[in-house]
């Protein structure tokens, strides 16, 4: 069953065990909840407040931090090698995340139907998105090896031209967009079935009896119960391309000549190779300020009548 | 006509298995190749198999890289698990103020990029002392599988029907025996699959382990990331890590099969 919203609903009055537990009890009302909100916001309010502040500060590691206000932001913004990152997370996420969604409901359509061992070509369909992503680069690359890789022998089996994958700027994001396309379309496939799956059969039954055509039948059977799980596909996807790192990072490094270095690369580099900490500090900001952008337009769509800020971790 | 229709189904459901599962199968069969073989053109699909690469991988660093992959995965969860449950209940049985609010921050953490936290996690690890240390993955970790187990938890819990904590009520249970002798034994099943979810989310994690661990608390991944840039690409060793690191995530992940849609869509979905 889908649940329709995001947004948890106002709940009625208090439950029997919490009007048991009363006055005597507030203690145990504050275990359920202090530990694990006092935790989060040391783990993730402070951090970002702290990163905030670092990211004003001309700061390298091993040197005196100087302040120096928008500074680190101001460099970022005249800086061509952090538009081309961000020219190239974007791009990564509205190919991949497009071509996943559409193949996604499609495969959903297919592994939809019902016969023996649809079982265990679901669960093996399901297997990539398990995985982690690291090591699904890792032998992805491989696999694209110009010399010995399995994909170009195969392309030219078929009498297509062997492609230079990881070393060519073009190929190379293709290499990053189709590994991303491999593990991610069982995931929106997944939700696509989920959503499938609520759709009663005499609505079926009865747009069988009708002759529905199957854009008819798509548009207003399937389609009311597919568009929850959709959106929340999309926002999962968009976000977490948006701060793809695993993928490019083993397959390529980044090249060649920053052709697939992502934001969250260019952050990881500043941070851990340079020690530029203060810039790092201010790429990731972009990373955070970017994605929250994208999570409010998106829970708006999932819930047009209810419209609530979703912050990122702030 | 029917039957054709069905046939081209089938027939398509296993094309696209087969297009999924080729990438894994061939790691496999690279992991039993000599480094002749894997580096051979054509390609070889038959050969005699030999297990040098997983010996190999044994007496690397490997082993050693695992365990404390798994330290930190476990310990999280633990933790993660404990916290979780206590304040899912919470949500899902007590009203508090702001209950909307701070669910909602809770699942804000999902959309949290991990290049966020390194910057400022990395500064304070390195200024306690505690970076290349378990502690600092662990609870690094936390932040994300707390918030995961919270939100998966809580749908759990909102299933079991209130009636049998009212009776436990009326038989004398105190509110916290109520929670630990009713609702946490019927939740069993959701604390199981949220742990293995967490697990997994743990082991899988790269950015966080690449940017806090250098050596002694490095994590597999971390470690094959090195494999391949220090000494050259030993890609039989690799193929046999990768698949000796996938073998217990391909186990939990067939053990929670039922619940992967709750998983993996943050309980949003079920």
């Known amino acids: 069953m889908a649940q329709e919203t995001v947004v948890s609903k106002i709940k009625g009055p208090a439950t029997a065990v919490e009007a048991a537990a009363g006055l005597r009890y507030v203690w145990w009302r504050r275990l359920l909840f202090i530990p694990t909100f006092s935790l989060l916001v040391l783990l993730a309010i402070v951090p970002l407040i702290f990163s905030l502040g670092v990211s004003l500060f001309n700061y390298s590691l091993g040197s005196k931090a100087i302040w120096v206000g928008l500074g680190n932001y101001i460099n970022l913004f005249t800086d061509p090698q952090f538009w081309m990152a961000t020219k190239v997370t974007v791009q990564f996420t509205v190919v991949a995340v497009s071509i996943e969604v559409i193949l996604g409901v499609l495969l959903g359509f297919v592994m939809n139907q019902r016969f023996t061992g649809m079982g265990i070509i679901r669960l093996i369909v399901f297997l990539p998105m398990m995985l982690a992503p690291f090591v699904v680069g890792l032998f992805w690359r491989f696999m694209f090896d110009q010399t010995f890789g399995i994909i170009d022998y195969m392309l030219t089996q078929i009498g297509l031209p062997a492609v230079p994958w990881l070393i060519h700027p073009f190929w190379a994001q293709v290499a990053v967009i189709i590994v991303d396309v491999w593990q991610w379309t069982p995931f929106v496939t997944l939700l696509t079935l989920a959503g499938l799956g609520t759709v009663p059969n005499d609505l079926l039954e009865a747009a069988t009896l009708d002759r529905a055509s199957n854009w008819m039948k798509f548009?207003?059977?399937?389609?009311?119960?597919?568009?929850?799980?959709?959106?929340?596909?999309?926002?999962?996807?968009?976000?977490d391309t948006l701060k793809m790192f695993d993928a490019p990072f083993i397959l390529t490094g980044g090249g060649p000549g920053n052709f697939s270095t992502t934001l969250s690369i260019l952050g990881y580099r500043h941070q851990i190779m340079f020690f530029n900490v203060g810039i790092a500090a201010a790429i990731s900001w972009v990373v955070v300020i970017i994605i929250n952008?994208?999570?409010?337009?998106?829970?708006?769509?999932?819930?047009?009548?209810?419209?609530e800020k979703v912050h990122t971790g702030l | 006509m029917k039957v054709l229709k069905r046939v081209l189904g089938v027939a398509l459901a296993l094309f696209v298995a087969a297009v999924f599962l080729f990438p894994l199968l061939w790691v496999v069969l690279s992991s039993f190749k000599t480094k002749l073989e894997l580096l051979s053109v054509p390609p070889k699909f038959i050969f005699t198999p030999t297990f040098q690469n997983y010996l190999n991988a044994f007496n690397s660093d490997f082993p050693m890289q695992v365990r404390n992959s798994l330290i930190i995965a476990v310990s999280s969860t633990?933790?993660?698990?404990?916290?979780?449950?206590?304040?899912a209940y919470g949500f899902s049985r007590y009203q508090i103020k702001g209950s909307d609010f701070l669910q909602f921050w809770i699942l804000s953490l999902r959309m949290l990029p991990a290049i966020a936290v390194v910057v400022p996690f990395y500064l304070v690890f390195r200024a306690l002392g505690l970076l290349d240390r378990h502690i600092a993955l662990i609870l690094v970790y936390c932040l994300f599988n707390i918030s995961f187990a919270v939100w998966v938890l809580k749908g759990f819990f909102d299933e079991i029907p209130l009636e049998l904590e009212e009776a436990a009520m009326l038989d004398g249970y105190t509110p916290p025996q109520v929670f630990f002798k009713v609702a946490l034994p019927l939740a069993r099943p959701g604390l199981a699959t949220t742990a293995v979810f967490c697990l997994i989310q743990s082991l899988n994690e790269f950015l966080l382990a690449v940017s806090l661990t250098t050596r002694v608390a490095e994590t597999a991944p971390v470690g094959l990331s090195k494999v391949q840039t220090l000494m050259g690409v030993d890609w039989g060793l690799l193929s046999a890590a990768s698949v000796l690191f996938m073998l217990p995530v391909v186990i939990f992940t067939i053990l929670v099969r039922n619940e992967l849609v709750r998983g993996m869509s943050f309980g949003r979905m079920k």
Do not use: D
């Open chain 2, 78 to 87: 633990v933790i993660s698990i404990v916290l979780g449950s206590l304040t």
């Open chain 1, 293 to 307: 952008i994208v999570t409010n337009v998106l829970v708006r769509l999932i819930t047009p009548t209810q419209v």
């Open chain 1, 219 to 239: 548009r207003h059977i399937y389609w009311p119960y597919l568009r929850f799980p959709l959106l929340l596909a999309l926002l999962f996807r968009s976000i």
